[in-house]
């Protein structure tokens, strides 16, 4: 089993910046993937960004060059650094871990990020 807690989001003016972090406890060995993913109101979960644990990172083309992810491993964290941010990234962010022989889903509880114009 893999816990994650999301921090890190709010209210920012378009053009800003936030960072989220998700802190993985438990079986963090297992995990073979992290990442990100949003939910807009009326919308269906998106990947947002995700990173192996051998370090190869895959982004959404709507985030390509504003948004980075990122890990500390000593802090068993994973980071989703976001500049430029735009109305349309106003979504709940969860954070995922793909853990496991058969690459099973752990989600966060969310951190909801708006962006006002």
């Known amino acids: 089993q893999v816990q994650l807690v999301e921090s890190g989001g709010g209210l920012v003016q378009a053009g800003g910046s936030l960072r989220l972090s998700c802190a993985a406890s438990?079986?963090?060995?297992?995990?073979?993937?992290m990442g990100w993913y949003r939910q807009a109101p009326g919308k269906q979960r998106e990947l947002v960004a995700t990173m192996t644990s051998g370090g190869s990172t895959n982004y959404a083309d709507s985030v390509k060059g504003r948004f980075t992810i990122s890990r500390d491993n000593a802090k068993n964290t994973v980071y989703l650094k976001m500049n430029s941010l735009k109305p349309e990234d106003t979504a709940v962010y969860f954070c995922?871990?793909?853990?496991?022989?058969?690459?099973?889903?752990?989600w966060g509880q969310g951190t909801q990020v708006t962006v006002s114009s």
């Open positions: 995922n871990a793909e853990a496991g022989s058969n690459w099973s889903n752990y």
């Open positions: 438990g079986s963090i060995f297992s995990i073979n993937a």
